[in-house]
């Protein structure tokens, strides 16, 4: 039972426009969301994360969205830039769970110039 | 800090063998995770150890894995005997008592001939 989905393996985005990875849930008992992005040979590193209470979390380029009622949450990366391209994990967890954290099976995002 | 540190960064070796996989987590970190990533599922979460105590070894595929943490800097994942389809990147990731990101190794890419 896969409680955390990302249904698109694969995106490709324009240099400069906006990328937009999608990620959904099934379980209503997670408390926070995070991202991770993934280059070829290293280990997945943290991008950014949200709380079951925001709707919206902002760093720099990027922006997560929370929608709990659809148990959906997205990553906006704008502008994409060539550096962006990597795979990138949508994860929860819960503060119940002695911080256990599952993952997506990850997107893989291609920044074509 | 020199991050999680896994060893060895690649194995290869025969079907039948005992195949062992080294962690040493952050200092400070009280959680530990054990990854399996594959093309087919992405990142499955294998075991997590809170405060050294295995507490979720629900996803470790099969009694042939088996996982320790001996004190608070060190942890092993073991496979007897290994198998072809056991070949993936297994990942150790630490963190401190959520809510918290978890910090990734670069990994130990494990190939079963």
């Known amino acids: 039972d896969q409680q955390v989905k990302q249904n698109s393996p694969s995106l490709s985005v324009q240099e400069g426009r906006i990328s937009i990875l999608n990620c959904d849930y099934t379980?209503?008992?997670?408390?926070?969301f995070l991202w991770y992005k993934k280059y070829p040979a290293e280990g997945p590193t943290f991008l950014i994360s949200i709380s079951s209470i925001k709707d919206k979390n902002e760093d720099g380029r990027f922006t997560v969205f929370l929608n709990k009622s659809a148990k959906h949450l997205s990553l906006h990366i704008v502008p994409s830039q060539p550096g962006d391209s990597a795979v990138y994990f949508c994860?929860?967890?819960?503060?119940?769970?002695?911080?256990?954290?599952?993952f997506g099976s990850g997107t893989r995002l291609s920044i074509r110039p | 800090d020199a991050g999680v540190i896994q060893s060895p960064r690649h194995e290869v070796t025969e079907m039948g063998q005992e195949v062992t996989l080294r962690c040493k987590p952050i200092?400070?970190?009280?959680?530990l995770f054990w990854y399996r990533q594959t093309m087919m599922r992405g990142l499955e979460l294998l075991i997590y150890f809170n405060n050294n105590v295995p507490i979720d070894d629900s996803g470790m595929p099969e009694d042939r894995f088996s996982a320790k943490m001996p004190n608070a800097s060190f942890s092993t994942l073991k496979i007897q005997p290994s198998e072809p389809r056991d070949s993936a990147v297994y990942f150790c990731?630490?963190?401190?008592?959520?809510?918290?990101?978890?910090?990734f190794g670069q990994g130990t890419r494990l190939t079963v001939v």
């Open positions: 994860a929860a967890g819960m503060y119940s769970s002695a911080s256990k954290i599952i």
């Open positions: 990731a630490s963190s401190l008592a959520s809510p918290s990101e978890a910090f």
């Open positions: 379980n209503s008992m997670f408390d926070y």
């Open positions: 200092s400070g970190h009280n959680s």
